[in-house]
């Protein structure tokens, strides 16, 4: 998870310094995901334009914590994404493809939830660590609030590849099996503070 966390920053470091020596006045933005904030996963985004439509965004979040020993749900997620702006960049409707890298360690989530083929409800039986990777395309609109202060709504839709090991309990690291999943369905949920530069 270390590894993964020290990834994250560092997308993110790259996102925001490669493109600063070349920006000028509402050409890049850095946000956070008022979902992800209420759910205390700690999270980040910068957002760089490239061409008077164009941008190139790359949102992170990290999630370490445990509720106790047996309750987990602990992950590493990067999702870089190239969006289109119909009117102004950092304004009004977008359309966007993103990309998705995640590590994570979910046990005993009490759930009956069942997307398009995926039963979530698993989740409460066994641990689960693996690795997602996949790609999506998400629709947003963004509020202009002030002169640098936007609201921004997005929602993605798309496919993962997860592949994991499959632990018997939610503290020990007695491993039951291994195995993969595609999963078809929601990508993407946001609803961005965005501060633009």
């Known amino acids: ?20 020596s070349q920006v000028y006045a509402q050409d890049w933005a850095i946000k956070t995901n008022i979902i992800s904030d209420a759910t205390a ?35 590493v997620l990067v999702q870089p994404e190239a969006r289109y702006w119909f009117c102004d960049r950092f ?11 995640g590590a994570y360690n979910l046990a005993k989530i009490k759930n009956n939830i069942s997307i398009l083929g995926t039963d979530f409800s698993v989740l409460k039986d066994m641990r689960y660590q693996g690795y997602a990777y996949g790609v999506g ?31 018997n309990c939610g503290g020990c690291g007695r491993k039951v099996s291994s195995d993969t999943h595609h999963y078809f369905g929601p990508t993407k949920a946001a609803v961005n503070l965005v501060f633009v530069f």
């Open 1 to 20: 998870m270390r590894t993964q966390l020290r990834l994250l920053l560092l997308f993110i470091l790259l996102a925001l310094g490669g493109g600063i």
């Open 41 to 75: 996963t700690v999270n980040l985004g910068a957002e760089i334009g490239i061409a008077p439509k164009w941008s190139v965004d790359i949102s992170g979040s990290y999630n370490g914590w445990s509720k106790n020993e047996s309750v987990k749900w602990k992950h």
């Open 91 to 101: 304004s009004r409707h977008f359309v966007g493809a993103h990309l998705i890298y």
């Open 137 to 167: 395309v998400a629709y947003g609109f963004a509020f202009m609030l002030s002169k640098s202060i936007n609201l921004e709504l997005e929602a993605g839709f798309g496919y993962a590849y997860l592949d994991y090991d499959i632990f």
